[in-house]
């Protein structure tokens, strides 16, 4: 027999996937079940889990449907209360004073409901009369403010000649309400000639710069001039 007939006879190469599943039988035989099984299995416990959730979820959904249902209820009977306050009038409140009020007034006509009122406002009004009479005598005998002013008036001689000291006489002679002299000085001016410095206070509302400078000036035979060297208010 040649070779290619003995290769023409012979079945295995021909028959191997055969022996290849035969193979791959015994050892998933001898190695426990397949993956295949595993994964099935595991998908069925998976769907199982998940239906057990989807009960507990329409459970509770349930549930909150139920609490929405009694907020509802609850909600519109107290709509429905409120309306029936609202269109409710109080006539019964003014009905039950009015029968108290009379049963007082009947219980002793000589009781006078609004009397008490009036006596207390009478009383109230007369507090505060006295008041702003009080008030205004205290006002009236406290001093009133008087307003001052301090003067330092220049009062120039004609010359060197002239007695300072008559002059300075002749200016304290002036009197008048609301004036008082100070203290006075003679300042030199120049040429030998001085000038009398002299203080004064006045109040404002009396005596003024223009009636010093008028009856200073009066003094024609030893004042030449009067001029106000500083003026400020007390």
Same mark, same amino acid.
């Given at each position: 027999?040649?070779?290619?007939? =003995? !290769? ?24 426990? $079940? ?20 989807? /009960? ?19 909600? +519109?009977?107290? &709509?429905?209360?409120?309306?029936? !306050? %609202?269109?409710? $009038? ?14 007082? &007034?009947? %219980? ?5 409901? +609004? #009397? ?11 507090? @505060? ?8 005598? /205290? /006002? ?11 003067? !330092? ?7 060197? %000649? ?6 300075? %006489? =002749? ?6 309400? #609301?004036?008082?002299? #100070? ?11 001085? @000038?009398?410095?002299? #203080? =004064? ?12 400078? &008028?009856?200073?000036? /009066? ?11 500083? +003026?400020?208010?007390?």
């Amino acid at each position: 027999m040649s070779g290619l007939q =003995c !290769l023409g006879e012979d079945n295995i190469w021909f028959e191997k996937p055969r022996y290849d599943e035969a193979e791959r039988r015994f050892y998933e035989g001898a190695n426990g $079940p397949s993956t295949h099984s595993h994964h099935q299995s595991s998908s069925a416990s998976g769907d199982q889990e998940l239906v057990s959730r989807m /009960k507990s979820l329409e459970l509770e959904n349930q549930g909150l449907h139920k609490v929405v249902e009694d907020l509802r209820a609850a909600l +519109f009977k107290l &709509e429905n209360r409120v309306q029936v !306050l %609202e269109r409710s $009038p109080a006539v019964p409140c003014v009905k039950a004073v009015t029968v108290q009020s009379v049963k007082v &007034e009947e %219980e002793d006509d000589d009781i006078d409901l +609004f #009397g008490s009122d009036e006596e207390e406002d009478e009383e109230a009004e007369r507090m @505060k009369e006295e008041r702003i009479a009080a008030y205004a005598a /205290k /006002k009236s005998k406290k001093p009133a403010l008087i307003a001052k002013s301090s003067i !330092l008036l220049d009062v120039k001689p004609w010359d060197d %000649e002239t007695d300072m000291s008559k002059l300075e %006489e =002749c200016v304290r002679s002036v009197v008048a309400d #609301g004036l008082l002299w #100070g203290q006075s000085k003679l300042v030199p001016v120049g040429y030998g000639i001085k @000038k009398l410095q002299i #203080g =004064c206070v006045v109040e404002d509302d009396k005596v003024g710069t223009d009636l010093l400078e &008028e009856e200073l000036t /009066k003094f024609e035979d030893y004042v030449q001039s009067v001029d106000v060297a500083a +003026f400020n208010k007390i």
